[in-house]
């Protein structure tokens, strides 16, 4: 399989339906899962206000490149939590450069302040974020901003502004997430105020 044009907007709808406040449906997804987490592509900021360029590694320019990669990963990792593996949605950030223009007939939904467009897949697919080259086409440049399984079993929250990922799940997918020593992965709740760079 591979990413395509979402068929309709419909498999949004309960995002920009969802009451959560728009921070924290763009950095955890829509409320009702039984525990949280962050993937951190970065380690926090060690001070209030430190600039994200000063904490990054050189090779940080590349991000997209590397939060694609580890988004994949996260992804490999959730395939087995969910029912509907091969069926999958991944929303792109209309923000990124030349993206809004990348495909013509691309479903669109809207939440406060945000735009994404909308592609399906299957939950392997989401590896074409980690393989795409810099040539490659626009939507794959920068890791989606929000992946999410036809079950709803787990949610993926990716915002441009954050140097993590949010997820959403059951408490023992979770734990079990937690638990790994090959991705960055902690506890968290969304409706405490997370960790940013300036």
Request: charged share 20%; glycine share 8%; with cysteine.
């Amino acid at each position: 399989m591979a990413v395509t044009i979402a068929e309709s907007s419909s498999p949004a709808d309960w995002i920009f339906e969802s009451d959560s406040p728009w921070t924290r449906l763009v950095t955890f997804g829509p409320g009702g899962f039984g525990a949280y987490a962050r993937l951190r592509f970065l380690p926090d900021p060690e001070f209030h206000g430190q600039m994200i360029r000063d904490a990054a590694p050189s090779d940080y320019r590349h991000r997209g490149e590397q939060e694609g990669r580890l988004m994949a990963e996260l992804c490999a990792v959730l395939a087995d939590a969910t029912s509907t593996p091969e069926r999958c949605y991944f929303a792109v950030w209309s923000g990124y450069h030349g993206v809004t223009q990348c495909i013509s007939g691309t479903r669109t939904f809207r939440v406060p302040n945000r735009q994404y467009q909308l592609y399906s897949g299957s939950v392997a697919d989401a590896q074409s974020w980690a393989d795409a080259p810099a040539t490659g086409p626009t939507i794959f440049l920068n890791p989606p901003a929000m992946v999410w399984p036809a079950d709803h079993a787990w949610f993926i929250a990716c915002d441009t502004d954050s140097h993590w990922a949010g997820i959403g799940a059951d408490v023992p997918v979770i734990a079990r997430l937690v638990e790994r020593a090959d991705l960055d992965i902690m506890n968290a709740s969304p409706w405490d105020t997370q960790p940013m760079y300036r």
